[in-house]
Antibody, heavy 122, light 106 residues
């Protein structure tokens, strides 16, 4: 079955850290460009980070630059997001999303996980 | 900074009627525009990419148009299952989403 499954969300205090995972199955993960997208409660979608298929190209939204780090393990078909120095405004559901194949970096996101909730609160 | 502006914020349409959603980019994005449908509690689903190409499995009642800075998503005959929030996204320069249009069934 083709799917992305996120895990690792939870409640964390401001200033704390959390590591999210996204397990891929049924897709050519090693050739897939991947992204993290978040959605604050009751709000819209915000792109967070991108990583190329081999991990050589990485981009971040300004709002998380220097605090969040995206990585991947193609052997384990997994995507990760290390989140440090968390703030209340980072509270959101975090989705992993695949960039549509064979479109290069200018791609929409054709496959999404169900999301994992991160709550930053004391 | 790229800004995507959607209108209206909420659209109330009777079943079988046409729904027209708009999306404007702050600068030209050529045809690098996608539309997503998000039903409450679910992940977004890609419905249109390249401004007018339907994604796999998307019904023909969904159509997209536009290029440059002005884009439209049309649902030709609204069904109850189309009640959702619709987001546009530019992928010409990074990735930026609009704030969404909520489509309600009247």
């Amino acid at each position: 079955e083709v799917q992305l499954v996120e895990s690792g969300g939870g409640l964390v205090q401001p200033g704390g850290s959390l590591r999210l995972s996204c397990a891929a199955s049924g897709i050519g993960f090693s050739t897939s460009e991947m992204n993290w997208v978040r959605q604050a409660p009751g709000k819209g979608l915000e792109w967070v980070a991108y990583i190329s298929s081999g991990g050589g190209a990485i981009y971040y939204a300004d709002s998380v630059q220097g605090r969040f780090y995206i990585s991947r393990d193609n052997a384990r078909t997994s995507l990760f997001l290390q989140m440090n120095s968390l703030r209340a405004e980072d509270t959101a559901v975090y989705f992993c999303a695949r960039a549509a194949p064979r479109m290069g970096i200018q791609s929409p996101f054709d496959l999404w996980g169900q999301g994992t909730l991160v709550t930053v609160s004391s | 900074e790229m800004v995507m502006t959607q209108s209206p914020a909420t659209l109330s349409v009777s079943p079988g009627e046409r729904a027209t959603l708009s999306c404007r980019a702050s600068q030209s994005i050529r045809s690098n525009l996608a539309w997503y449908q998000q039903i409450p509690g679910q992940a977004p689903r890609l419905i249109i990419y390249g401004a007018f190409t339907r994604a796999t499995g998307i019904p023909a009642r969904f159509s997209g148009s536009g290029s440059g800075t002005e884009f439209t998503l049309t649902i030709s005959s609204l069904q109850s299952e189309d009640s959702a929030v619709y987001y546009c996204q530019q992928y010409n320069n990074g990735w930026t989403f609009g704030q969404g249009t909520k489509v309600e069934i009247k």
